[in-house]
């Protein structure tokens, strides 16, 4: 009996709430929807807010929404987005972290079903040694390393992520065996930080905003960026020029849903473009100290399909995935 | 001296009319916050990072600092109600909190939680003032090993008050570290435990488990054993603390403050440990009746937590202020949210935005007073919630649970992950396993193995180094101690 | 493992025999926990950090002591030990075991869970509210369903157009 009243209650609320979304559907094409899929706070939430608001500003009349949908490096949004099949007025925020997620996490969708539509930003990597470290250079630390693997304590973000692969990288262009890199996964660069500046740990990677201000006032010596060159205000040579050839930046972009026409594809690039042109955009760039890296198109698709294949290449080799 | 002047500029700022209509904006967005599980203060700051873009920098501070104190207020009032903690941190305050209002003592409890709080939270304002660089450099010097002595210290100092039957407080903490080992391994990026659930990758979340055991479990415990007869009117008992309720209560604040003020200068520290240390020290020093209430509602176990709890909140801020070393989730959103507009917190930020930081230190001291002048009076009428008919007092709980929970991370898999703890905590209470000690083997699992294999990690695998350090040394000798100590009385008892 | 027990034959003095057996049932679960945990991580591999513990070694650790404290446990149980049933205000603790109220809050929230993305807050949380206060003894049904509606609306108010916070519009996406 009370089963049946819960019924006609829910039937009747149901009735009235059909009725109300039936009005609302002429608005819904214009609505554009971005997902976090992480945790408000973290980067790709912070670029999927700075987004919003910017394209607020360029198209005032469109109506924009940012939703988290946090987990497993990304790859929970990931699937969710896969789901969405089709869907023209939904953009993921994702980057380089979630390359690695998919590969470690054994992820059942990939990056390759998803459509791309640009690259936003970048940031570089930078290496570290506490200021009482015996390493002076670059080449101090290798000849380290090839002595003795272990004895070099690397500390740097999760597993897997953007810090352990510079890790990885540079292990493998200094000769040393990926596998064996005394790796110490630490929740953040706060608290590798915190490792560095107790001199507890060898080395610290992180990305160049997460050190910078230290490497400045002298608590940290820089052995090197991962970027092509020198980036002005940091006195820091490339690891390149200390001789290992590594390049890696962390770039952050938004992909769409699977299965988009041509139209679909080309309204979200312009819409993105159009973003990225306008003033907004540039002043959170400038704020935030992102480096705008922007990218669209093709070059992008083949830019994501690059590093999908250089990212699992070395997650493998550091025996990350078995 | 230099330090009192500017603190006093400080005051100017954070005496604005504006900026102390923000303050209470903050304040009152962080109670509010505060009260549900898994909408925290962190998550809070976060989503309203975008909007206070174009408010100035001194004034978004000081909401994010009523935030930050008033989610631990917030926190505290649902523990004690509702037996519903809002966050990690005042779960150990539902222990002894629940109890007390339970037994027609709400207004008390809620009254020196309240009272605790701004106590602790004045020193710990005042300590963050005068001692910041020593405790950072302390705090800095702490090592992977002494943070595993730390856990196990911990471990020792709760689990030997915690349980009166050995073996089913042992469970207990096993299932709670069982639960820890779910999700991702930090250190090496290999799944356990997971069932092959993307949604467990990350693990299961403290706050899903600390509401699936206590509140959702307590609710299916009801459930099952509906008291037909009419239920008994909860007495809202006496409106305010009386002086014996103050004479106990002093001495749990102080001790509370000490214990949490370091902690949470500690990166790691967290809120949590200190919490379960000050309950742990105030059930060891409690003597006669007030030995018989600890488990019936003891009001030194609610007193030394709530202080601990705020402490370390203060205690926070001083890595975050002078090196722009984020210690806590909400420290890290903050960092994120100074870089927002262009300052990088450090020792350079005292020097070139003294307005901004003595600002916002100022701004926690009035946002404290605030709290207080806003709780105080409010606590015998929070104590009325306890009169709401059961039927609904408990669908409430069970719907603010839910909200919560699937706030995380807006997924149902979370929603019956909490009914599956729900029941566990159903069963637990049924067969008198106790719950705290699961709670405890969830937080300080975890912490103590990425700890301990850090330490070997980066002594290169040599056992010494875990008592290498004199911390890490004294820690763990404590630790033993705390576990010998009722072996040893029990021989001399003899 | 929530089974009546049946074997009304065997009384105590001091214990209400019926609990015995799902006593036991919970001491056997953390005793299973033990083996679980062992078994479960055993396919975990460890190929990176050589150094140090591997993800392994935590979980043997835990395991092990599981098994340990879940034998300890079931031999307890079974000499008759029995812990105390957490005492409340709320609760009859002589009253019988109601499985009929356990079991309508649990299809309640389940459902309550799987409908909720499809139904929306608003809706599916006041069937909730309505649902649970009915099952848990509310006598007055229009009273229950006000209140369910008005906290249900209320709590969306707040944290979705207040802070912000992403819950489902469901059903009545487009009317809030």
Redo the contacts between chains.
Sequence with gaps: M?MR??AV??AV??A???C??G??TGAAANALRIMAPA???GGW??TS??A??AIKSVDPARKVEV??????GG??GL?QLAGDKGDGGLLMTMGLVMVGAVE??K?QVTLAEVTPIARLTEEYEIVVVPAESPFQTLNDLVAAWKADP??V?VAGG???GTDHIVAGLMAKAAGVDP??V????H??G??A???L??N??SIGISGI?EFA??VK?GKLRSLGITAPARVPGLESPTLKEGGLDVELANWRGFVAPPGLDDAARKNLTDLVTKMHDGQAWKDAVA???WIDSFQTGQPFADFLAAEQSRVKGIIAE???V? | MDSLTLLLDGFATALTPVNLLYALLGVTLGTLVGVLPGIGPAMTVALLLPITFNVPPASAFIMFAGIYYGGMYGGSTTSILLNTPGESSSMITALEGNKMARRGRAAQALATAAIGSFVAGTIATALLVVAAPLVVDFAISFGPEDYFALAILAFTAVSSVLSRSVVRGLASLGLGLVIGLVGIDQQTGQARLTLGVPQLLDGIDVVIVAVGLFALGEALYVASRLRHAPPEVVPVGRAWMGRPDWARSWRPWLRGTALGFPFGALPGGGAEIPTFLSYAVEKRLAKGPAKEEYGKGAIEGVAGPEAANNASAAGTLVPLLTLGLPTSATAAIMLAAFQQYGLQPGPQLFDHNPALVWGMVASLFIGNTMLLVLNLPLAPVWARVLRVPRPYLYAGIVLFAALGVYALNNSWVDLVVLYLLGLLGFAMRRFGLPVAPAVIGLILGPMAEIQLRRALAIGAGDVSTLVASPVAAVLLALAALALLTPLLRRLFAR | MSTPDERDGVVTRDAVPAWRRPELGLALTVLGLGVFVIVGTAGVTAAASTLGLGPRFFPLLVGSAMILIGVCYVLDVLRGGHGDPEESEDVDAAAPADWRGVGLVSVIFLLFAGLLDLLGWVVAAALLFFGLALALGARERLRAAAVAVVLSVATYLAFVKGLGVTLPAGLLDGVI
Excluded: C, W
């Design positions: 009370r009243r819960l209650l829910a609320i149901a009235v709430s059909a109300g979304s009005s609302d945790a408000p706070g939430d912070q807010r700075t919003e608001q939703f988290n949908v946090p987990g497993a790859t929970i699937a470690q996490n992820s272990a004895k304590s999760s597993a897997g596998k064996q005394n790796y110490i996964a929740s953040g706060g608290e930080l915190n490792a500046l107790g507890k740990v905003g201000e230290h006032s704020k935030n100290g550091m025996g990350l078995s």
